[in-house]
């Protein structure tokens, strides 16, 4: 049962009781479906770390996906025995940061790109041409403390994230103070980005 072995003791005492060696056949399509769900995953990795530079696009992709695999394999050895623990503090952190992200992101989109016409396509290789992103990182970073200011987890809990709820925990608003903080503060530095370099 649950107790006993987690999430997959729950499905096997479900499923091996009611259907027997058909329980089996599943709980074993079920394990591997976890390999299929990750496969687009570890293959976009390649495709996603040639933004950091040009010349990583020389490496070829799989040596990216190989790198990629034994960072997630060195993760999940030591986290295995507390997998749910770990998994939900990993999802917590992969929301508060695209909470931060795409507030930069949309912020830049409605307010200085002015929608879609803002665009110049044929310049997304030309890096004298794109903004050196001097306001984003910027903005990220206040996205970060507002994030801390916000974030009620069992290891940490945030200044405002204790008046957000009741003692000891709080509320968590450390996605929606990470996306404010980041908005308020791309508002300001962008422009001044702009000034300085002109693009």
């Known amino acids: 049962g649950y107790n006993a072995a987690g999430t997959g003791g729950l499905l096997g005492a479900v499923l091996i009781y009611h259907l027997g060696g058909f329980g089996k056949f599943c709980l074993v399509m079920l394990a591997l479906s976890i390999i299929a769900n990750n496969c687009p995953n570890i293959y976009s990795v390649g495709l996603t770390v040639q933004v950091l530079g040009r010349w990583i696009q020389y490496v070829p992709r799989f040596v990216w996906t190989t790198i990629a695999t034994g960072a ?3 993760i999940a050895i030591p986290g295995y025995s507390h997998f749910e623990a ?10 508060y940061w695209l909470a931060i992200y795409s507030s930069i992101g949309l912020t830049e989109h409605f307010f200085f790109k002015r929608g879609f016409s803002g665009y110049r396509p044929e310049l997304y290789d030309v890096p004298g041409k794109l903004p050196p992103g001097v306001a984003a990182i910027f903005a990220f970073c206040c996205g970060v ?27 968590d608003v450390g996605w929606e103070l990470g996306a404010a903080f980041s908005m308020v503060a791309y508002l300001i530095a962008r422009p001044i980005e702009l000034k300085f370099f002109g693009r």
């Open 86 to 95: 770990v998994l939900e503090n990993f999802m917590n952190f992969i929301g």
């Open 145 to 171: 403390i507002g994030m801390v200011c916000g974030m009620s987890q069992a290891w940490w809990v945030g200044w405002i994230a204790l008046h957000a709820g009741e003692a000891p925990y709080g509320g």
């Open 72 to 74: 997630y394999i060195a």
